[in-house]
């Protein structure tokens, strides 16, 4: 089992420009355009994802003229 699949491994929540989440395990490099917004065991960064993510569009596709529920800064 590699660390993408480990329960108990540490992840980091990135965030994308776009407002688009992802888990990361903590000892790769993080990809270009992704910043870490929180770390934690995986499944916990997972739920913590569920809760943040509200609205699954990017920023961009948004209705324009404020934030749409669910919209949270990069870095809380």
Do not use: K
């Not at 809760?51 to 809380?76: F, K, N, Q, Y």
């Amino acid at each position: 089992m590699g660390e993408f699949d480990d329960h108990d491994y540490p992840h980091h929540i990135v965030v994308n420009d776009e407002g688009m989440y992802s888990i990361w395990p903590v000892d790769l490099p993080v990809p270009a355009g992704w910043d870490v917004c929180e770390t934690g065991p995986r499944e916990s960064c997972l739920n913590r994802i569920e809760e943040l993510w509200t609205d699954m569009r990017p920023r961009s596709a948004r209705p324009a003229g404020g934030s749409a529920e669910g919209d949270v800064p990069l870095r809380p």
